[in-house]
């Protein structure tokens, strides 16, 4: 039993330390967004949105907030795009339950992806039609399961994977999903290759 004891307090510890590091990145991302001025991305540029003005830091970084799908207004941390296209997280920071939202604030019709480039294209091809729409970026397969659970009518764009990851968590949802039928890509390959319509 002390044993047990101990290894609840080992991890009591580590949850407290866990939360503390993801409140001080918190803190980091919200200055971090602060400091930086809007204008276009090589990265977007090559991704087909040329004229997207979004977040760049000092450093030519794209800056993708990441907020909490459950509150909004909360920033847990930041998603930084190089100009040559590679992308990490502020260290520390929570991706779970992180979202970054396109589209409207309040939107009877949403799509559920993993990146950025992929959110823009979707949300570019719903703007052909009719009615609002968002578009809420997940970061990752495994977080996209995650916010699934709190977007019961959601439809997902999965990936499409060498690995089948982006399929295999799509139907773990339980929402309908949809995804490019070329293995190896997502749905701004699609737009790039296809076009919008």
């Not at 795009?81 to 992308?87: D, M, T």
């Not at 502020?90 to 970054?100: E, Q």
């Not at 589209?103 to 990146?115: D, F, K, M």
Request: glycine share 8%; hydrophobic share 40%.
């Amino acid at each position: 039993q002390r044993l047990l004891i101990e290894a609840r307090k080992r991890e009591h510890e580590f949850q407290c330390q866990l939360r503390a590091r993801q409140r001080e990145t918190a803190v980091q991302a919200r200055a971090l967004i602060e400091s930086c001025r809007t204008g276009t991305h090589c990265y977007l540029e090559r991704k087909g949105f040329p004229q997207r003005r979004e977040l760049i830091d000092e450093k030519k970084n794209l800056v993708i907030p990441m907020r909490d799908s459950r509150d909004y207004t909360q920033i847990l941390s930041a998603q930084l795009i190089a100009e040559n296209g590679k992308k990490r997280f502020l260290p520390g920071g929570r991706a779970k339950g992180a979202v970054f939202r396109i589209g409207a604030p309040h939107a009877s019709r949403i799509v559920l992806c993993e990146g950025f480039a992929t959110g823009l294209s979707v949300d570019a091809a719903l703007k052909r039609l009719p009615g609002l729409h968002a578009v809420l970026v997940c970061f990752s397969a495994q977080n996209l399961e995650r916010v699934a659970q709190d977007f019961r009518s959601a439809v997902v764009a999965a990936d499409n994977d060498l690995s089948a990851t982006g399929e295999e968590v799509a139907k773990r949802t339980g929402l309908k999903w949809t995804m490019p039928y070329e293995v190896g890509t997502d749905f701004n390959d699609l737009m790039l290759s296809m076009g919008l319509h």
